[in-house]
């Protein structure tokens, strides 16, 4: 079982809709992460959070905008998205500050299949 | 960018057999991860490798940090129905939180 909490695990919206996807670890991980995964494609990174400020943002366009409420709560909020925005969303955790500055392993969520319309 | 190279793309293989897979990068990794994502979840860690030439295994699993620091391999010995899936193998250089994903490997299993 993943310790990576999605919801919604399914979600289908209009393209001037206004929906959030949301996220939850409780592992004390200071990093989470932001994925878009297409069928039979790798994820590609979208965002990263470290210590709650956003570190990466992989020039997403802004009709995505994260949110890190706290060190355990990372959204995902959706306006206005096209067609081409259907994706599995996948949330991932990881720790930060090991030895030696190391990242750690990257903690996956099961995803949030989002279908625009 | 970098780029991450994983092969073969896909492998049918018969229940018992062994597989082997890799993964080449164009530049040097610290850190190799090797994931398996099933239809409609989300990628699960298998092995983590953080030396040069170190080799670590997990049950029938096991995975090689290249001594090139640019490739990395996994193998699957005596396959099940249940390792059906994707593999992705994935890259980070230094200690920055970005992981690259390779292109993956989809694993099918016959009885």
């Known amino acids: 079982d993943t310790e990576v909490t999605q919801t919604p695990k399914h979600l289908v919206m209009g393209m001037t809709n206004k929906k959030s996807l949301k996220c939850e670890q409780h592992m004390g991980h200071r990093a989470m992460y932001w994925y878009k995964q297409k069928a039979k494609k790798p994820p590609e990174l979208m965002f990263v959070y470290s210590y709650e400020k956003l570190s990466i943002n992989e020039s997403v366009p802004s009709r995505f905008s994260p949110e890190c409420p706290n060190s355990s709560l990372l959204n995902l909020h959706l306006h206005a998205l096209q067609p081409e925005d259907s994706a599995l969303y996948l949330c991932a955790s990881s720790q930060l500050g090991l030895a030696g500055g190391r990242t750690g392993e990257l903690f996956f969520g099961e995803g949030s299949r989002l279908t625009v319309l | 960018g970098q780029q991450l190279n994983q092969s073969p793309q896909s492998m049918f293989i018969q229940e018992g057999e062994d597989v082997s897979m890799n993964c080449t990068s164009s530049s040097i990794f610290n850190t190799w991860l090797w994931y398996k994502q099933e239809p409609g979840e989300g990628p699960v860690l298998l092995i983590a490798?953080?030396?040069?030439?170190e080799l670590t295994s997990n049950g029938r699993l096991t995975a090689q940090f290249g001594i090139t620091r640019k490739d990395s391999f996994l193998n699957i010995s005596a396959s099940i129905p249940s390792d059906v899936g994707i593999y992705f193998c994935?890259?980070?250089?230094?200690?920055?939180?970005?992981?690259?994903f390779g292109t993956g490997t989809r694993l099918q299993v016959t009885l």
């Open positions: 994935a890259g980070r250089s230094g200690t920055a939180s970005k992981l690259t």
């Open positions: 490798l953080y030396k040069a030439g």
